[in-house]
């Protein structure tokens, strides 16, 4: 473990001697603030680093993760990272980004208990039984996971719409525009998704706030 943890601080050394020869101004510019444009909503896997698959640098992409990138309406820790990047940080693009090969959404179309996790994976399990007759008319085992994954994604794109932080934002014309993406883990592409939101007009009526 200590070797590990050795080789992470020497990893680290090296990676300032690089970024300092490429800019000796690079960690003096940082250190005057952040200006994101973007916050990624992502899946905590190891796989799937938000910066490095979109080529983005420090300072240029504000994160959230966890399992299986979810967008819950009762989770603090997500919505204080949105109230953040909207209201301070101003992003002007919320992307989510879910990945084919996904642990949570493959857990969610099982019925096996994993622990803890479960209670977060029930969130999960909705999303199936909101487009359970399309899931369960593939019959190809991958081809549905792949498609439960897209869903997901989908899902997660329409809760985020329906946050007040993000419909406020739209109430004061700030411009936000919400995407999803799902990302190859054996490809490395990212695929546009087609779920690309900029107002609550597509919201069910129900969902539109007044403010």
Not at 102 to 108: L, N, S
Request: hydrophobic share 40%; charged share 25%.
């Amino acid at each position: 473990m200590s070797q590990l943890f050795d080789q992470l601080l020497k990893n680290n050394k090296d990676w300032v001697k690089h970024q300092l020869d490429k800019d000796p101004e690079f960690f003096k510019r940082l250190e005057k603030g952040q200006q994101p444009p973007l916050l990624w909503i992502g899946c905590a896997d190891s796989r799937v680093p938000a910066n490095e698959i979109i080529g983005a640098q420090p300072g240029e992409v504000f994160v959230h993760r966890n399992i299986a990138n979810m967008v819950v309406h009762s989770d603090m820790n997500m919505l204080s990272v949105l109230d953040y990047a909207v209201n301070h940080l101003k992003v002007k693009h919320v992307m989510v980004c879910g990945h084919y090969g996904c642990g949570g959404v493959q857990a969610a179309m099982m019925n096996q208990s994993i622990g803890l996790i479960d209670n977060w994976i029930r969130h999960i399990k909705d999303v199936y039984r909101f487009h359970k007759e399309e899931l369960d008319a593939i019959e190809n085992e991958k081809e549905r996971f792949d498609r439960f994954v897209e869903l997901n994604v989908r899902e997660q794109v329409y809760d985020l719409a329906k946050t007040s932080i993000v419909q406020n934002a739209w109430n004061n014309k700030q411009p936000l525009y919400l995407h999803g993406v799902v990302y190859g883990v054996g490809s490395g592409i990212i695929q546009d998704l087609g779920v690309n939101i900029s107002n609550n007009s597509e919201l069910d009526e129900v969902y539109q706030l007044n403010f």
